[in-house]
């Protein structure tokens, strides 16, 4: 063996030491080619744009528009949490109203029927980013199969995707309905993997929010974090993600 044989493998293998004793591994990428990726399970919104959510908020409540989505957001999410953990199950659209309702009476601001008909029914009229059309096509071609894994509700996303004209893109619709348990519990995960019937670390996970990326990535997924908005990372100890502002991420990830 030469001198240049030699610090190739040294090499090679101070690489592999330290991934297998990084916290970061996770097992699922140790022995699995992104190339392997047969299958892209999304989160709702890598799909579909939120933002005209806050905007209506600020248009109805101009004062306090930024503070009570934010507000409202979190509470959202909160009580996904509460309820999975409390086994007291309730769809995501009846949540969205329930957290409504509290902000409403948090910050003080009367919630006509006409304001909270504007704020759920927006949830209803959601549009597609403008990369995701095309990126859906990509995936097509490449004989990659799509699917929803999300906490909103199937009518939530049929609706918005029969708005958008990419119905037909989604091979399943799978809703935390299905299982009783929002992300990211085990339960809502698992789905992917029963309706593609591939192992899971074939199938991508496509999150939006921090924290569905840690959980995806806990579950054991492949995990793409499409960070559209740029928030900053959660300090969970997840596996390795792979990051980006848009899906171009997502779509060079599954293309190594």
């Keep these: 063996m030469n001198r240049r044989q030699f610090l190739a493998i040294s090499a090679r293998s ?3 030491g330290l991934a297998l004793s990084s916290p970061l591994l996770n097992t699922a990428w140790a022995t699995t080619a992104q190339s392997d990726i047969k299958a892209i399970a999304f ?3 890598p799909i579909f744009d939120p933002r005209p959510i806050i905007g209506r908020v600020k248009t109805l409540y101009p004062e306090q528009g930024q503070a009570f989505s934010r507000a409202w957001f979190k509470k959202i999410f909160a009580y996904t949490w509460l309820r999975t953990n409390g086994g007291r199950y309730k769809n995501f659209y009846a949540i969205i109203e329930d957290a409504l309702t509290y902000t409403a009476t948090q910050f003080k601001v009367k919630l006509s029927p006409d304001n909270r008909d504007q704020l759920m029914g927006i949830w209803l009229q959601l549009k597609p980013w403008p990369d995701v059309v095309n990126a859906l096509k990509i995936f097509k071609e490449q004989g990659i199969r799509i699917a929803f894994l999300s906490n909103l509700t199937e009518e939530m996303l049929r609706t918005n995707t029969k708005n958008a004209g990419i ?5 399943f619709y799978l809703t935390t309905d299905n299982v009783k348990a929002f992300k990211p519990d085990p339960r809502a995960y698992q789905m992917g993997v029963d309706a593609f019937k591939l192992p899971k670390q074939n ?5 939006f929010g921090a924290w569905d990326a840690v959980g995806a990535s806990w579950f054991g997924y492949p995990t793409v974090w499409v960070n559209r908005l740029g928030a900053p990372a959660e300090n969970l100890n997840a596996g390795p993600i792979t990051s980006g502002r848009n899906i171009t991420t997502l779509i060079d990830f599954v293309n190594p």
């Design 14 to 16: 101070t690489t592999i």
């Design 167 to 171: 119905e037909d893109a989604f091979e």
């Design 43 to 45: 989160d709702g919104f």
């Design 203 to 207: 199938i991508a996970f496509a999150a």
